[in-house]
């Protein structure tokens, strides 16, 4: 990853328009798969809900009478309807609710997102477009944008400077296909989708701010 790459640039029609030269050392001078791992796992986890919960036996309804006399029935001696080995009963390893999240450091974190778009880059998985912007929300003028760009019918995640409310409308409803400003990408969502389409812009803020 030493050399540098040149990403064409396309305009909405699909025309190539220019270039964009970078360097992808300059994001990550390498790429550790380790660190990749660590911090998706860690998103992956954070997304959990930790709910799961089943009851124990002081928690399920039940009589607390001993269920027959101790001797002289022939039977193994039990004292409670709610034991875990009859039916009706508690768990004996019940689920309690669990917070599963936790935190990476930032430093690495930062480091395991340019890692990852330099991955995407370096795979020519990230395709550039000059500007991206729509006078009223229109999901047909973004599919025709995709269609055009030969990015129809695969997962991609749409990277753009800035929030704007008329791009997220258009791009929402569309199947596999989210969008994010840069100041929120991390190594999960830039990993996930099978593409990445960037603005030229939003590559310049993802260089300085990340």
Do not use: C
Request: charged letters at 25%; aromatic letters at 4%; glycine letters at 6%.
């Amino acid at each position: 990853m030493k050399e540098m790459a040149t990403l064409p640039i396309y305009d909405r029609s699909g025309a190539e328009v220019g270039t964009y030269e970078i360097d992808p050392a300059q994001l990550a001078p390498r790429i550790s798969k380790q660190l990749l791992h660590d911090a998706v796992v860690m998103y992956q986890n954070n997304l959990r809900q930790g709910s799961a919960k089943t009851k124990t036996r002081a928690e399920v309804a039940g009589t607390t009478k001993k269920m027959y006399r101790q001797k002289g029935t022939g039977n193994a001696r039990a004292g409670s309807r709610r034991s875990g080995i009859r039916r009706g009963g508690g768990h004996i390893h019940a689920r309690q609710p669990r917070d599963w999240s936790y935190r990476l450091p930032k430093k690495a974190l930062r480091i395991a997102t340019r890692m990852a778009l330099a991955s995407k880059i370096a795979d020519k998985q990230v395709t550039l477009i000059d500007s991206l912007s729509f006078e009223q929300p229109k999901t047909r003028d973004m599919l025709a944008v995709l269609k055009a760009l030969k990015l129809g019918g695969v997962s991609l995640l749409v990277a753009v400077p800035g929030y704007d409310l008329n791009v997220y409308k258009s791009i929402r409803n569309l199947a596999n296909v989210s969008v994010l400003p840069v100041a929120e990408l991390n190594a999960l969502n830039v990993l996930h989708p099978r593409r990445l389409l960037m603005t030229a812009s939003a590559l310049d803020a993802f260089r300085e701010k990340i």
